[in-house]
């Protein structure tokens, strides 16, 4: 069985399979190198690299690679337990370990738990949220995904704040998926608010839904995603995320007004500029907040918006419920869209 980082101890030394996350040259004295580490759990944790060690102390590390070590030991610090080399170190590189088949997402947004009417260009309905929610989560157990991924607004959330039942709704869907093996990746729309952000939190912290952010997060060994909250001003941001993704094909999950996706004469920002304003080169730009599907081509990348999950208009057909399937292979990404 494979060593994880939960099974180190102190008093022991171990043998273990992880992939290099970051690393930078050592400033104190006595260390050579500084890493972050992930276990095949994804569980990420320190390494330091001292200079006794022969083997370690000049090596080459690659971010994005996977390495099994050997003679490595635990220590417990105020921070937490932290993975040392021993002078035994010894470091066997295994590559980038990708996936040779492809890898299948189900990306939905939208969803808005909780909310009970929509209104649209003068018209007024009843919805219920939680049908379009449970049936994407259905469909992607139906589907057999590796992972399923949220553009923001999970929740409605008024001022009145989120009702147990909604809160309840969304456990259960989360608790199903990890009883199937799907991880469940999120960012927060304009409508999570502190209410909702904290709901999402006790969630992470149960182990039900991992938060994207300028991280990557890597699925399957094929896919490498990121994730920007919901921005109120985009002017200023900045764009810094974690490089050293290899050849995995990378996707940023944004909940925004973005143009060409919505007909707002004024929008948040632009696929172009996000494109020019990233430091990582991107294949697939995924969004939520129009409420209205749609996807657009380009050389050698694509850009997807995804419809909500609960009935938005009556006219047009992108804004129809539905999710998407998304589909990674090494070199191309296609989607298909889902009616729920």
């Keep these: 069985m494979e060593t994880l980082y939960e099974d180190l101890e102190e ?5 273990i399979v ?5 690393y930078s040259r050592a400033k104190e004295d006595n260390r050579a190198f500084e890493l972050s580490l992930e276990d095949s759990n994804g569980t990420r944790f320190p390494f330091i690299v001292w200079e006794k060690s022969e083997e370690g102390r000049n090596y080459n590390w690659q971010n994005g690679c996977w390495y099994r070590l050997s003679g490595v030991s635990i220590n417990n610090w105020p921070s937490g337990k932290v993975l040392h080399g021993t002078s035994s170190l010894r470091i066997e590189k295994l590559g980038m370990r990708q996936s040779g088949g492809q890898v299948n997402l189900l990306y939905l947004t939208d969803s808005h738990l909780g909310k009970s009417e929509h209104t649209y260009s003068g018209s007024c309905w009843p919805v219920s949220p939680e049908d379009g929610f449970r049936t994407a989560i259905e469909r992607s157990i139906q589907e057999n ?3 399923v991924i949220h553009g923001g607004d999970i929740f409605h959330n008024p001022g009145s ?4 039942e909604d809160v309840a709704v969304c456990r259960e869907s989360l608790i199903k998926l990890a ?6 990746y999120f960012i927060y729309g304009n409508h999570e608010r502190q209410a909702g952000r904290q709901i999402m939190e006790r969630f992470v912290d149960d182990g039900l839904a991992v ?8 699925i399957d060994d094929a896919v490498a995603v ?3 909250d919901y921005r109120s001003d985009w002017s200023d941001f900045v764009f810094d995320l974690e490089s050293g993704t290899g050849d995995f094909q990378t996707i940023l999950c944004v909940h925004q007004s973005i143009a060409p996706f919505t007909a707002s004469n004024n929008p948040d920002c632009s696929v172009d500029s996000i494109l020019e304003a990233s430091n990582v080169a991107l294949d697939l730009i995924i969004s ?11 050389d050698g990348f694509q850009a997807l918006s995804g419809g909500a999950t609960a009935k938005v208009g009556e006219s047009h057909d992108d804004l129809n419920p539905s999710a998407e399937l998304v589909t990674v292979q090494r070199d191309q990404i296609s989607s298909k869209r889902l009616y729920l």
């Design 179 to 184: 009883e199937h093996g799907i991880p469940f």
């Design 18 to 22: 992880v992939r290099a996350r970051d």
């Design 226 to 228: 990121y994730g920007v």
């Design 161 to 164: 704040g989120i009702e147990d």
């Design 288 to 298: 939520g907040h129009t409420h209205s599907r749609s996807e657009h081509q380009y």
């Design 11 to 15: 008093g022991n030394q171990y043998e």
């Design 145 to 147: 995904v590796n992972a």
């Design 211 to 218: 938060h994207l952010g300028p991280r990557y997060e890597v």
